[in-house]
């Protein structure tokens, strides 16, 4: 089965700080995401990799970076938390094999960070 | 751009009630259908997928057809479980998207009630 692990269940922050949350998949797939979920909302984008040091904004990247130094691990950066980026975040990874596999994402159980 | 629509929640039903969940997607491809399954405390899961017209994705009970002609992929069980309560969440990926991006309904809270 496919794994992904993201490094905390549950955050809390102060404003200001820098925040680092990891995400490791053990599938050895190309393409990894980073999502916030918010009530009401859904599942907004923030940002995606393909490839190792490969990295694209998504819908909503402002305020967040992103680092892939390796293959399994995509880490997403908050350089000064602020309280409106209280949320539950969500790592996800797919493969890139030309087939439909690719297009399926498998989630990490998600990280509620609260930034007080 | 892709965009997906799903009814809105909250959905409360009794054990053993018929359900429907509706999807609706516009999409500038000719994308893949899926729908999530998220439960409480967990990250989203696959329930079941569809890749061309008129395909049946089915799993747990769970079915969705992929109906171009209406645009719709709608979530049906015919008897619903305690265990079924989670969100439900509706997605498309366009082929070619690049590096398998999905784009994603705003998710139905579901709550069975024995």
């Known amino acids: 089965d496919v794994k992904v692990t993201q490094s905390s269940r549950y955050l809390v922050k102060r404003t200001g700080e820098k925040v680092f949350l990891e995400c490791v998949q053990d599938?050895?797939?190309?393409?990894m995401f980073w999502y916030r979920q918010d009530p009401g909302l859904g599942l907004r984008l923030i940002y995606f990799s393909y490839d190792v040091k490969m990295k694209e904004k998504g819908d909503i990247p402002e305020g967040y970076s992103v680092s892939r130094e390796k293959k399994e691990r995509f880490s997403l950066i908050l350089e000064s938390a602020s309280t409106n980026q209280t949320s539950m975040y969500l790592c996800a990874s797919s493969p890139r094999d030309g087939s439909l596999a690719k297009n399926i994402q498998y989630f990490g159980a998600g990280t509620r960070l609260s930034v007080l | 751009g892709d965009s997906v629509t799903q009814m809105e929640g909250p959905v409360t039903l009794s054990e053993e009630a018929f359900l429907t969940i509706n999807c609706t997607y516009t999409?500038?491809?000719?994308?893949?259908l899926f729908w999530y399954v998220q439960y409480p405390g967990e990250g989203l899961q696959l329930l079941l997928k569809?890749?061309?017209?008129?395909d049946k994705g089915s799993n747990k009970g769970f079915e969705a057809t992929y109906r171009k002609e209406t645009t719709s992929f709608h979530l049906e069980k015919g008897s619903v479980q305690v265990s079924d309560s989670a969100v439900y969440f509706c997605?498309?990926?366009?082929?070619?998207?690049?590096?398998?991006?999905?784009?994603f309904g705003d998710g139905t809270t579901l709550t069975v009630k024995p």
């Open positions: 569809a890749t061309k017209a008129d």
């Open positions: 997605a498309l990926s366009d082929w070619g998207t690049n590096a398998g991006k999905s784009t």
């Open positions: 999409a500038t491809g000719y994308p893949s």
């Open positions: 599938m050895d797939h190309e393409n």
